[in-house]
């Protein structure tokens, strides 16, 4: 029985879907105005385990991950670069969806933008019933504003109160809004910006309704699961509530689920500190697979600290899943939930998504496989640790590491292996230790069998 943490209630709850066997969930994707960074990964690829586990749980899943592909980084950074805002995010867009295949991350069912026809439209009609509801009020400089204080239940995702709130605010406020605390819904146009008409005159939507609407539109008024980073409980999750609870008088998501930050040096990682790394410079050293497990051998709710060391732990723990299965030819199975190893996984995962217990479960498989050299064995370790995306390649293709490295080749340990072995054959000791020697000087380890030699990249 799958238990998830709920922010919204603060504790584990037995997971109860609103349709029985069918799972509605939305993840609040990326704003598209630059490469994606670790950060960024650490969410979509701990949402992309949630939605795999509940699959494979049996259930049916509608996943809708947005994409913000209007906002005001986007704009300034599109006239910094001379372009329009289309092909700026058309590539960031292009150059996400790569960055995500490479780590492995499956594609949502729906993948709505901000900027979508349909998606605008619904924010005009969410809009209109929170103005009728008197939670809403166009102001005289064109905006429309969501009223904070008229709606009874703000600040009960993110435990803030309007008092603590109002403590907090700053010095010269928007003299347009009634309440400083109250927040956009819908932008009045400025001069070289985009804009659509609407019935306040020509603008362009706020942040927090743009989720409300493409959610609404896709999953419905009330849906199971509603996730993403931390950093988004409040405000953009506590808004998105007031607008959509607002609007429809009753309940939004069920669960919230919020995954932890990665920090660099105990600081968040993000782009406004300027200490993130992107996905792809790190792919330039690094095997997708490897960041890919680093991301998620640390619980999806607790803060991952990244640093070269942990890269490197990770690379050297997925190295040693991939070793069981060099000599065990194992495929993909049925997996029987009643047997030990296979259901202290289940129930792991099914412990709000445990996966570093999971992940101990399959290296308590490696040991059992490395004595047996069972291929029953190695399969069901292949076929658990294919639920998180892990194990899926030929492992000598993983262990030689491919062509992209700084050091030999491919082809040029090939060509000395084979040197080696005319050496051995024709009695050249000498020989055939100084090329053992030059390879492991290039961090190449080689293992000799009966089968013959086979290498990988230390």
Known sequence: MLSLYNTLTRQKEVFKPITPGHVKMYVCGITVYDYCHLGHARMLTAFDMVQRWLRTSGLNVTYVRNITDIDDKIIKRAAENGESIDVLTGRFIDAMHEDLGLLGVQAPDFEPRAT?????????????????????????????????????????????????LRAGERVGVDPHKRDPLDFVLWK????????????????????????????????????????????????????????????HGHGYANYWMHNGFLNVDNEKMSKSLGN?????????????????????????????????????????????????LKHVPATTCEIDWHNPYAKRFQDAMNDDLATPEAISVLFELVGEVNRSQSVQEASLLKTLAGILGFLQRDPQAFLQGGDSHDGLSNEQIDSLIAQRLAARQNKNWAESDRIRDELKAADIVLEDSAQGTTWRRA
């Open 116 to 164: 979508d026809a349909e998606s605008i439209h619904g924010m005009f009609s969410l809009i209109q019933k929170l103005i009728e509801k008197g939670l809403a009020y166009s102001a005289d400089n064109g905006d429309v504003y969501y009223s904070v204080h008229a709606f009874d239940g703000y600040g009960k995702l993110s435990g803030k109160s309007l008092d603590d």
């Open 188 to 247: 009045a146009a400025k001069p070289g910006e985009p804009s659509w008409e609407s019935p306040w005159g020509p603008g362009r939507p706020g942040w927090h309704i743009e989720c409300s609407a493409m959610s609404e539109r896709l999953l419905g008024t009330n849906f199971d699961i509603h996730g993403g980073g931390q950093d988004l409980q409040f405000p953009h999750h506590e808004n998105e509530i007031a607008q959509s609870e607002g609007a």
């Open 276 to 324: 993130f790394f992107t996905i792809r410079d790190v792919l330039k050293e690094y095997d997708p697979e490897v960041v890919r497990f680093l991301l998620l051998r640390t619980h999806y709710r607790s803060p991952l600290n990244y640093s070269q060391v942990h890269l490197d732990d990770a690379k050297g723990a997925l190295t040693r899943l991939y070793t069981a």
